[in-house]
């Protein structure tokens, strides 16, 4: 069933894993994460025979469904299971009846794994998934369960951080959970054997995230002020952004 339980954790844990799982959501570091325990819950013995990845981006719709039901419908080599797993289908998004219509067949050895940007659940095909796995979201975080995750990882590493410092960590990070926890293993790292992290410790390590400093930019050239304007450009060349990147976000500016 679709669900926004966190099931993954708790099917490892009970050892009740589904055929099917379909991890979809805004958070790409999230849902990496529990893909990626979920992948090492299931690997099969003789895993170079029995394990195969795909992806929606290097094949076609018809290149796809073929080589996972050509997969998924061949016996497990000296080993009780099969595994596949899938990214970026678009299948769960733009629909595949074909799909849709193969999983009510799904054998009992093979379990598949898609990870999935988004679904629309009116497909027919994410009907026929809940009957037969899990649809499970991870999006990004709200404010109270971002600081409540970011408190947990600083205190798990013996640290400590006041809500000021907080407040300056994420505005320098934003919400993406993968950025943040980059950067709180750069605090941690840095901050050695002191406890506390202090806003001196995020304003020496932690970057500015690159849309901010276009803001910054982009402020500088309305206001023709062009000292402000080549220092915001020289900060992010040392953040090391691309210049395609700023022209992009530029573009979406004016």
């Known amino acids: ?47 170079e025979m029995n394990y195969s990845r795909y992806d929606g981006i290097s094949l076609s719709s018809d290149e796809l469904f073929k080589k996972i039901t050509t997969s998924a419908d061949t016996m497990p080599f ?4 099969r595994l596949i797993t899938v990214k970026g289908s678009g299948w769960f998004k ?15 050895t093979t379990f598949i794994i898609f990870s999935e940007n988004e679904i629309d659940k009116r497909k027919s095909i994410c009907k026929a998934a809940e009957e037969k796995g899990r649809l499970i979201a991870y999006n990004k975080l709200e404010d109270k369960d971002l600081q409540n995750a970011v408190v947990a990882i ?8 006041r809500q000021k410092t907080y407040d300056l960590f ?6 993406d959970m993968a950025t943040v926890t980059n ?12 406890k506390e992290i202090t806003e001196d410790d995020v304003n020496a390590l932690v970057s500015t995230r690159l849309e901010d400093n276009v ?30 990147g700023i022209l992009s976000l530029l573009y979406k500016q004016f």
């Open 78 to 81: 000296f080993a009780d299971k």
């Open 215 to 244: 803001f910054l930019l982009v402020n500088a050239m309305t206001d023709k002020d062009q000292h402000a304007a080549l220092d915001s450009y020289y900060d992010l060349i040392r953040n090391k952004a691309s210049v395609f």
């Open 183 to 194: 950067e709180l293993e750069k605090l941690i790292c840095y901050t050695g054997d002191r």
């Open 94 to 108: 733009n629909g595949n009846e074909q799909f849709a219509k193969y999983l009510a067949t799904l054998p009992s």
């Open 154 to 161: 600083i205190l798990k590493n013996g640290k400590a951080i």
């Open 1 to 47: 069933k679709e669900s926004a339980v966190n099931w993954v954790p708790l099917d490892i844990k009970s050892g009740d894993l589904k055929n099917l799982y379909i991890l979809y959501g805004d958070d790409p570091y999230v849902r990496d994460t529990y893909f990626n325990m979920l992948e090492k819950a299931l690997m099969p013995d003789n895993a």
């Open 170 to 175: 994420i505005e320098k990070t934003g919400s």
